[in-house]
């Protein structure tokens, strides 16, 4: 069996309306609209991957991508 994957980060702070660092683009609703329809419509799994969410550095100019948001 050959496997392929496809990495997708949907963090809410970057791919939600009011997320800090959202901004208009193309791929959020491709991924969102055609994508994942796509792939559930072909019995393609999906899995969410948690990711290993860091303290704050020097240099961040704010809190972003908390776990949960």
């Given at each position: ?14 791919t939600?309306e ?7 683009r ?9 994508l ?5 419509e ?10 290993d ?5 020097l ?5 972003s ?5």
């Amino acid at each position: 069996m050959r496997y392929q994957f496809l990495s997708v980060d949907l963090q809410n702070d970057f791919t939600a309306e009011g997320g800090k660092h959202y901004k208009i683009r193309p791929s959020i609703n491709f991924d969102k609209e055609v994508l994942f329809p796509f792939l559930k419509e072909k019995g393609i799994k999906i899995s969410e991957i948690i990711s290993d969410y860091r303290q704050p550095r020097l240099g961040d100019r704010d809190e972003s991508c908390i776990p949960g948001t």
